[in-house]
């Protein structure tokens, strides 16, 4: 299968601060990316869409000021969480969409990064 | 109506059983069927995709396709303590995917 690799897979900040997230493809391009946020028992909720080379598109409710998304090429995607809040602490997980010639499209997620606001 | 409906769960069968997970979609264009697994605290590991209709065999894992009435099934043959995890149905229409919510499944030893 596709292998998807996400950086930091935890990190621990305080409140107010920065922390970006970095979502990359190791053995396919991927023109699109997807974030998903996920809180404890609760299922995958999907923040945006990110394309490469143009701007990302937010879901409903999601503000885009707070959750910055790059996606400055085919195998990298990054999403930055600004000022921090501890409510913001939750699992962000993103996937990549591999379309293979002929076959279907097909997503395929990193291993998730747990982000722990103080 | 969602997209994509699961039983939330949770559904519990006995170590060496058949499970089965069932997911409805409503899109009738939809062209691809994704079973996705995922382990508490884990992110979701693609197991299975199906696009035409019918059974697709996988070892243990079965898929299987209804569109004619937007079904699509997983079953899980000699279920074992490992399966139990959320099991996450996804359909892609051509231009979106679209994730259920997943259904619980317990494997009793």
Known sequence: ?118 | QKEVEQNSGPLSVPEGAIASLNCTYSDRGSQSFFWYRQYSGKSPELIMFIYSNGDKEDGRFTAQLNKASQYVSLLIRDSQPSDSATYLCAVFTGNQFYFGTGTSLTVIP
Not at chain 1, 21 to 35: G, K, N, P, Y
Not at chain 1, 56 to 77: C, M, P, R, W
């Open chain 1, 1 to 118: 299968g596709a292998v998807v690799s996400q950086h930091p897979s935890r990190v621990i900040c305080k409140s107010g601060t920065s922390v970006k997230i970095e979502c990359r493809s190791l053995d396919f391009q991927a023109t699109t990316m997807f974030w998903y946020r996920q809180f404890p028992k609760q299922s995958l909720m999907l923040m945006a869409t990110s394309n490469e080379g143009s701007k990302a598109t937010y879901e409903q409710g999601v503000e885009k000021d707070k959750f910055l998304i790059n996606h400055a090429s085919l195998t990298l995607s990054t999403l930055t969480v600004t000022s921090a809040h501890p409510e913001d602490s939750s699992f962000y997980i993103c996937s990549a969409d591999r379309t293979s010639g002929g076959a279907t499209d097909t997503q395929y997620f990193g291993p998730g990064t747990r982000l722990t606001v103080l």
